[in-house]
């Protein structure tokens, strides 16, 4: 029979992960927030608009109504991006089973409140259902195509984790847990504002240099801030984190970094948004993330930079200056 599992949002995550899921041998429920969406969904059996070349397996239901994707389900997948996260759950919340354990593949932050995910899914769902996040260096197109991919499982119950493996896992697909829910959530959010930075260096016409130099100082202050909020070193020196922020700085199916790569190339910022033409994480976790640092006393330079060009209007060219031409001092990688 398999697991009875739902993924709530049909981008190209939500619909990669049910394409998994589905191809596992398990029954999964798609929901999609527009109904027209859902409605071609259903008659295509793909997803045409982000994941053409998936096929949907036969175990694959999509589902307009979220009260009907979500009944009788052991455990359903939140896709979503992260602005509309709470709002997502707060639709969800009378209409799961008492028994439902909830999971997450959104890599964000809340920006009003500069919560993570676990903290808002608490909030407003209560601390009793069995909580995971699902992150890791996992491009969907990929995952989809049955290319071979590793991603971790994060949760502080240990029977969800388990479960959550094995509706994952095949011969292609290697999930790993860890119940460091806060290392794993800050390593997605902050990966994408770096890729963003990541994006801006290349844009601007800079070699590997920099870019390697980008990757390995965001990587420390990634792990400042992670440790700072009670995050693990093995955590941010794995899938997570150093794992999915190579994977996003480095390939331009990113779309944090294609937005940076048409910034550092001087294109309006508009524009460069209508083209990639989904959501684009790394715009409003650049905000929260500033917020979070300053508010820990976390020293973020690389982060701190694209949050000025993004919300002050700091050119490309000042934000690399006023990186390079900080005081020297010795390397640390990251200290809490």
Known sequence: ??????????????TALAVLIAGNG??????????????????????????????????????PNLAAAVAGRTAVIVAVPSHAFRATLNALAPALPPDCAIAWATKGLEDRTTQLLHQVTREVLGSERP???LSGPTFAGEVAAGQPTAMTVASSNPRFAQLLVDILHNRSFRPYTTDDLIGVQLGGATKNVLAIAAGVADGLGFGANARAALITRGLSEMMRLGMA????????MGLA?????ILTC???QSRNRRFGLGLGQGRPRDQVIADIGQEIE???????LYQLATANGVDMPISEQVY????????PADAVDNLLLREPKAELIATP
């Open 229 to 236: 909020m009670g995050g693990r070193r093995e955590t941010l």
């Open 282 to 288: 790394g715009i409003g976790t650049a905000h929260t």
């Open 1 to 14: 029979m398999g697991i009875k599992i739902a993924v709530i949002g049909a981008g190209s995550w939500g």
């Open 131 to 133: 909580l995971a996040a």
């Open 250 to 252: 480095t390939d331009n």
């Open 308 to 315: 000025r060009i993004l919300y002050q209007n700091l050119t």
């Open 241 to 245: 984190g150093v794992g999915d922020l």
């Open 26 to 63: 398990h029954p999964v429920r798609l929901w999609a927030h527009r109904p027209e969406h859902a409605e071609k969904l259903a008659v295509e059996r793909r997803n045409r608009r982000y994941l053409p070349d998936a096929e949907f397996p036969e175990r694959l239901d999509v589902v």
